[in-house]
């Protein structure tokens, strides 16, 4: 029963193939100001940042980092000091031990064999220790050059809701929806359907009767 419900969902609303477009166009239109809520003005402070960013929000980072980078501009700055003070310094984002220990890896691989600078590449970036793939495609993509598209909880959830991938693991995940949006909005997908699962798309209640995909999403409670 509940199988051929969704089966004349997906019906209703047509192959993923066409919507993806309208989807991304309408979204468009309604989050004109979708992008990156962290604050930072050079690569360096982008990396750090979305490396601060785990486990914790946005605006926690912004609060941290407002002072962390006045006092460390450069790799070098977080090297210099005792890890106990980089960990003091990060402290609010938790998981401050991990953290300060990857941003210092990392600041030294950046170093010793990137002359201090971000590398652009995707396979580079996760080679940076504490660099995960989410991050490397979070950062590959504000630098202008996305490789891949980020999934985090939104996406994933956006994405199933949507019909546009069954599967449960991020990395498939973002497997189907290389396959299904087009390679010029990989950068911007992503925070479309964040800002969209934030304010109307919410985990536990959406707000079907105020979305503006209603005739394009299977899932569609209206
Ligand atoms: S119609 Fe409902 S389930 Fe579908 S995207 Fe909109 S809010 Fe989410």
Redesign the pocket.
């Known amino acids: 029963m509940a199988r051929s419900f969704v089966a004349e969902a997906r019906r209703r609303v047509g192959p993923k193939k066409a919507r993806v477009g309208p989807v991304i166009e309408r979204l468009r239109v309604e989050y004109a100001g979708a992008g990156i809520a962290l604050s930072f003005r050079s690569d360096i402070e982008l990396l750090v940042s979305v490396m601060l960013s785990a486990q914790t929000t946005d605006v926690n980072v912004n609060r941290v980092t407002a002072t962390l980078f006045q006092k460390y501009r450069r790799p070098e700055d977080y090297v210099a000091v005792p890890p106990e003070e980089l960990e003091r310094d990060i402290y609010a984002t938790g998981f401050f031990r991990q953290k300060a220990k990857a941003i210092r890896g990392t600041m030294r691989m950046l170093i010793e064999e990137y002359d201090g600078q971000v590398p652009r590449r995707l396979e580079e970036l996760v080679r940076l220790p504490g660099v995960a793939r989410k991050t490397a495609n979070v950062v590959a993509s504000e630098l202008g050059e996305p490789q891949g598209i980020v999934v985090d909880t939104h996406v994933r959830r956006?994405s199933q809701?949507?019909g546009f991938t069954r599967q449960e693991d991020p990395v498939k995940i973002e497997r189907d929806l290389q396959r299904l949006v087009p390679r010029a909005d990989w950068g911007i997908f992503p925070h479309l359907l964040i800002w969209?699962?934030r304010r109307?798309?919410?985990a536990r209640a959406?707000?079907?009767e105020?979305?503006?995909?209603?005739d394009?999403?299977?899932?569609?409670?209206?």
């Open positions: 956006l809701r949507l969209h699962g109307v798309c919410i959406p707000r079907c105020d979305c503006v995909l209603i394009l999403c299977p899932s569609s409670r209206v």
